[in-house]
T-cell receptor, first 119, second 117 residues
Framework: GAVVSQHPSRVICKSGTSVKIECRSL??????MFWYRQFPKKSLMLMAT?????????EQGVEKDKFLINHASLTLSTLTVTSAHPEDSSFYIC???????????????FGDGTRLSIL | QQQVKQSPQSLIVQKGGISIINCAYE??????FPWYQQFPGKGPALLIA?????SEKKEGRFTISFNKSAKQFSLHIMDSQPGDSATYFC????????????????FGKGTKLSVIP
C-alpha cells in the first residue's frame, strides 16, 4: 500500500533555530501534499497545500514566512519552521495524495508526524 | 466556514460491544467521507471511506452508514477490542475538480475511544 515517510520524528531545539521537516511519498508520485498541525488532544489543522513545481497555498492565519514549504519533486515536500519559538511547538503531520486515472477515489496517506519542541 | 461536527468527544465501550461515532457536515459539495484512526504519537491511518451514492459500506468490523438527506454519517465498530482504543476522526472533502481546496480534508474534532476488557 501507499506509504508516506516523515523525518525527523522528533526535534528538540533552542528558540531561534530553523527546523526542516521532510515528507516523502515512498511508492508513488504525489503532485499534492498537505501539511497539518495538531495540538494535544485536538484535531488536525490544515496549514498549507503543497503542489509540485508551484508555490504552496497557505490557509488563512498561517504565516508564509514562518512556515516555508518547498515541493521540489513528486516525492518530496519540506516544511521549514523558521526562527522557531516555543509557541511553534506542536505535532506537524504531512499527507500525500496519489493521483491517477479516476483519481477522485484516491485517499490521503499520512506520515507519522514530527513532534517539534522549542525550548 | 466548512465544518464537520463529530460526537461524542469520548466514548467508553466494553470489549465485544459496538462503538458508534457520529458526524454531520454542512457543505453539500462534499463528496468523499473518510474515517481515520490515530494512535498517540502517530499520524492518522485511513480506516474506511464512503461516497454519497451509497448508504452503507462495510469492511470487516467497520461500517460506515451515510444519510445524504440528513447530511450525516457514522462509524460503527462491531465487536470492539482493546486494540481499537484510539482517537477516530471523520473527515470530508470535495474531489474531482481542479479548483482551490480540491481534495482538502475537513476534519471533525475527534473521538477518543476506550475499549475496556
Amino acid at each position: 500500500g501507499a506509504v508516506v515517510s516523515q523525518h525527523p520524528s522528533r526535534v528538540i531545539c533552542k528558540s531561534g533555530t530553523s527546523v526542516k521537516i521532510e515528507c516523502r511519498s515512498l511508492d508513488f508520485q504525489a503532485t499534492t501534499m498537505f501539511w497539518y498541525r495538531q495540538f494535544p488532544k485536538k484535531s488536525l489543522m490544515l496549514m498549507a497545500t503543497s503542489n509540485e513545481g508551484s508555490k504552496a497555498t497557505y490557509e488563512q492565519g498561517v504565516e508564509k514566512d514562518k512556515f516555508l514549504i518547498n515541493h521540489a519533486s513528486l516525492t518530496l515536500s519540506t516544511l521549514t519552521v523558521t526562527s522557531a519559538h516555543p509557541e511553534d511547538s506542536s505535532f506537524y503531520i504531512c499527507s500525500a495524495r496519489r493521483p491517477g486515472l479516476g483519481d477522485s477515489n484516491q485517499p490521503q496517506h499520512f506520515g507519522d508526524g514530527t513532534r517539534l519542541s522549542i525550548l | 466556514q466548512q465544518q464537520v461536527k463529530q460526537s461524542p468527544q469520548s466514548l467508553i465501550v466494553q470489549k465485544g460491544g459496538i462503538s458508534i461515532i457520529n458526524c454531520a457536515y454542512e457543505n453539500t459539495a462534499f463528496d468523499y467521507f473518510p474515517w481515520y484512526q490515530q494512535f498517540p504519537g502517530k499520524g492518522p491511518a485511513l480506516l474506511i471511506a464512503i461516497r454519497p451514492d451509497v448508504s452503507e459500506k462495510k469492511e470487516g468490523r467497520f461500517t460506515i452508514s451515510f444519510n445524504k438527506s440528513a447530511k450525516q454519517f457514522s462509524l460503527h465498530i462491531m465487536d470492539s477490542q482493546p486494540g481499537d482504543s484510539a482517537t477516530y476522526f471523520c473527515a470530508a472533502s470535495r474531489t474531482g475538480y481542479s479548483g482551490a481546496g480540491s481534495y482538502q480534508l475537513t476534519f471533525g474534532k475527534g473521538t477518543k475511544l476506550s475499549v475496556i476488557p
